[in-house]
T-cell receptor
Framework: AQSVTQPDIHITVSEGASLELRCNYS??????LFWYVQSPGQGLQLLLK??????LVQGIKGFEAEFKRSQSSFNLRKPSVHWSDAAEYFCAVGEGTNAGKSTFGDGTTLTVKP | ETGVTQSPTHLIKTRGQQVTLRCSSQ?????VSWYQQALGQGPQFIFQYYREEENGRGNFPPRFSGLQFPNYSSELNVNALELDDSALYLCASSLKKGANEKLFFGSGTQLSVL
């Protein structure tokens, strides 16, 4: 069965600092990977996704993620964090190409210090 | 704005009761997935409907059931509510088209079971 682990429950960074959120997955075939962001009381918004091709994926809001098959990782990065980036971030792996049947990690809460 | 609306936004029920949650998908989206998000956890896949037929189910008991209608709306029904059913319930719609599929999430229904 597929699974996703986000090792960091909570991360705090200063505004303007760089950010990396970790994600490790378990999946038997080529994974279909996603990063979502959730603000309090809101649904999830897709930041970026990877299915094939270039292992460095660019997303919205200045985020990028790198797929590393050898490490079963799909870490999310941003070079300079803004206060508005404070939110909950979820990594997910789809079932085949079916994004709607995704398995999610338990999320990482990002706090941004002024 | 994702174009996916859920109702009600909040709901309080007592143990043993039944509840119906509703989701209105984006026009033309033929697929809807439902997720349960318990406090402090990532969303868990409940089931998916594609063209009004169930298209896969997660590890949830039969008292969780659903319907999808031709007008792109859908329902999640939960019978015999238990305290552990307290969670945020999210629906996500998409136009099924392989690896380019993108999910659009609603803001969810917060269900409290007392």
């Amino acid at each position: 069965a597929q699974s996703v682990t986000q090792p960091d429950i909570h991360i705090t960074v200063s505004e303007g600092a760089s950010l990396e959120l970790r994600c490790n997955y378990s999946y038997g075939a080529t994974p279909y990977l996603f990063w979502y962001v959730q603000s309090p009381g809101q649904g999830l918004q897709l930041l970026l996704k990877y299915f094939s091709g270039d292992t460095l994926v660019q997303g919205i809001k200045g985020f990028e993620a790198e797929f590393k098959r050898s490490q079963s990782s799909f870490n999310l990065r941003k070079p300079s964090v803004h206060w508005s980036d404070a939110a909950e971030y979820f990594c997910a792996v789809g079932e085949g190409t079916n994004a709607g049947k995704s398995t999610f990690g338990d999320g990482t809460t990002l706090t941004v210090k002024p | 704005e994702t174009g996916v609306t859920q109702s009600p936004t909040h709901l309080i029920k007592t143990r043993g009761q039944q509840v119906t949650l509703r989701c209105s998908s984006q026009s033309g989206h033929n697929t809807v997935s439902w997720y349960q998000q318990a406090l402090g956890q990532g969303p868990q896949f409940i089931f998916q409907y594609y063209r009004e037929e169930e298209n896969g189910r997660g590890n949830f008991p039969p008292r969780f059931s659903g319907l999808q209608f031709p007008n792109y709306s859908s329902e999640l029904n939960v019978n015999a509510l238990e305290l552990d059913d307290s969670a945020l319930y999210l629906c996500a719609s998409s136009l099924k088209k392989g690896a380019n599929e993108k999910l659009f999430f609603g803001s969810g229904t917060q269900l409290s079971v007392l």
